[in-house]
């Protein structure tokens, strides 16, 4: 099995990681014991490139990190070539690539899981990480109202899928042409959020919401698009006096990395609602629950 969306996991599959998540390191065995780990950036990273690394050292195995273009997808030699020959290395393939269709290529050919480390299109290990740091906070994620304000991005999409997997209500806000389709609303009904909705303005969004997510305005590979997007962002920052439309123990969550007074004021990210240093910290734990999982750990 791969991790290139969160649906890949299934409810199960959600509940089983976010549960190893929690686990003693020492309870998981050594599932990667004397195997390899192939991991390939084609963007920069901290929290993924770290936080994969030590989950696979602490599962037994080893990491090797490689940049993409010294792998080259589809310049140096095709993606299929390059999946086929790291499967026969390694226990795990895992990439952070520009197009989505490299990851679901890599997973065509790898007889050994693929792991989507973002893409375009998703990222899967910072919802798994998200859902993890909102369960410390709530408990629980059923029945809780999840906040998105700003782009609708690969972020966006991941928190989404394992929000309506774990029962949640998701309130998404954005300017026109950067909001959540409303295919995706079905979507996210479909896979069991308690209630979806979709404004042009932040304040309905946040209203009484438990939970409050921004990311960035440019995502990487977007950065020809910066002085635009800043202009249509504009009135999505989140500011504490946003903040005050939330339940009164609402908390503020970002991906990182943040720009302050871009998408998040500083008072609002450095101040006491702000989880998103547990967050990028619990993306160890659910990097090493998922990995733990897709080596058939239960
Ligand atoms: N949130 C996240 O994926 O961070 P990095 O880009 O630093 O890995
Ligand atoms: N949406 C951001 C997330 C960075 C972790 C990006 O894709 O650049």
Redesign the pocket.
């Known amino acids: 099995m791969n991790l290139l969306d969160i649906t890949d996991l299934g409810a199960d599959g959600v509940a089983s990681v976010l549960d190893l998540a929690r686990r003693p390191v020492s309870s998981l065995g050594r599932p990667l014991d004397g195997r390899g780990a192939a991991l390939i950036f084609e963007?920069?990273?901290?929290?993924?490139?770290?936080?994969m690394e030590i989950a696979v050292v602490e599962l037994g195995g080893h990491p090797v990190y490689t940049r993409g273009e010294e792998v080259g997808f589809d310049t140096r030699e095709p993606v299929e070539d390059i999946g086929r020959i790291l499967a026969g290395y390694h226990a795990v393939v895992a990439a952070?690539v520009f197009s989505h269709s490299v990851v679901d290529r890599l997973a065509t050919v790898c007889d050994v899981p693929v792991v989507n480390?973002?893409s375009d299109h998703s990222?899967p290990?910072?919802g798994l990480?998200d859902a993890l740091t909102m369960i410390e906070e709530f408990e629980t994620l059923d029945d809780r109202i999840v906040a998105w304000v700003g782009d609708y991005n690969n972020?966006a999409r991941s928190l989404g899928e394992v929000c309506s997997i774990l029962g949640a209500h998701l309130r998404f806000a954005g300017p026109a042409g950067y909001q959540v389709t409303d295919d995706e609303l079905a979507r996210f009904t479909a896979l069991g959020a308690r209630s979806v909705s979709s404004s042009i303005d932040p304040r309905e969004a946040v209203q009484g919401a438990h939970a409050v997510h921004t990311d960035t305005w440019v995502s990487?590979g977007q950065e020809s698009e910066k002085a635009e997007r800043i202009r249509i962002f504009g009135r999505y920052t989140v500011t504490t006096d946003l903040m005050a439309q939330a339940d009164g123990h609402a908390i503020f969550m970002h991906?990182?990395?943040a720009y302050r007074g871009l998408e998040v004021e500083a008072a609002v990210i450095d101040g006491p609602s702000s989880r998103v240093i547990r967050q990028?910290h619990n993306?160890l734990h659910s990097a090493r629950g998922a990995l733990a999982y897709l080596m058939g750990v239960r």
């Open positions: 963007k920069p990273s901290n929290r993924t490139r770290h936080s952070r480390m973002l990222h290990l910072q990480a972020v990487m991906c990182l990395p990028g993306r």
